[in-house]
């Protein structure tokens, strides 16, 4: 797939995303919380999750309506993460897409109900009650997405991140911390999406490796953004993990050194979808290359 179709694919299904997104968070939930829950999920974001769901749909001939359900769940869940994670309790951030974080601009009880009001919803997305979605997929789907957000996922990442605060980590500990902090949701997305349609043994694996090479890839090239782009470009507060004394593959390896570690995985990544058997898949390597070049 050349660059240009890519951006022409990308646009027109970040579109469709940001559609549907518009349409499933509704302004009408009560004293304001529609309004702050719509803050936190339109008009930013790369949308990287339902984008990678829905080209491991297309790689597999699947339903684009449950995939687009998928990727939405796991946008929603991305961004009640994203609002927890600012928190002064947390990481304490002011920025976030380019404008004041949820709680600067709602207040922390507000943002604390978002996030909870987001993670709901992402699971009402998964079990529409007109039938859309057949039921054991969308259970498939729903154990998916909870095992990826929970305690053995994103949410077991982020206590090992906030533990992880002015400690050494070595190689190992810091990409098994980043596998679930970041890597889970990403890996899930490529995995939702494949599971809307057939899908052998051997592509299973080969995704589940491409989604972890990906999810990896993917917080090395924060950690070198964190250090090399402003805040203007990257929406947030840039350096903030140098300032929190956090541990970055760029402080644990320096920066050409983590670069150079964030090709290699994607190589992997590559190589999975190669070795998966599936014929389709020239946007699922578009996207990797997409994460490895992106500059916010």
Known sequence: MSGKDFAVWRETQQAVIEQALAGWVSPLAPAGLGEAMRYAVLDGGKRLRPLLALAACEAVGGSQSAALRAGCALELIHAYSLVHDDMPCMDNDVLRRGKPTVHVAYGEAQALLVGDALQA?????????????????????????????????????????????????????????????????????????????????LAREQLTVYGAALGLAFQVVDDVLDVTADSATLGKTAGKDAAADKPTFVALMGLDAAQAYADRVLDQAHEALRRSGLTHTDTLHALADWVGRRAS
Do not use: I, Y
Request: hydrophobic fraction near 55%; include cysteine.
């Open 121 to 201: 919803l992402a699971f009402e997305l998964l079990v529409p009650d007109d039938g859309s979605v057949p039921a054991a997929l969308a259970a498939s789907l729903c154990r998916q997405l909870a095992v990826a957000a929970g305690a053995h996922g994103m949410a077991g990442g982020q206590a090992v991140d906030l533990a992880s605060v002015g400690v050494a980590l070595d190689q190992p500990a810091l990409e098994a911390m980043h596998r679930l902090k970041t890597g889970a949701l990403l890996q899930a997305s490529v995995l939702m999406g494949a599971s809307t349609g057939p899908l052998d043994a």
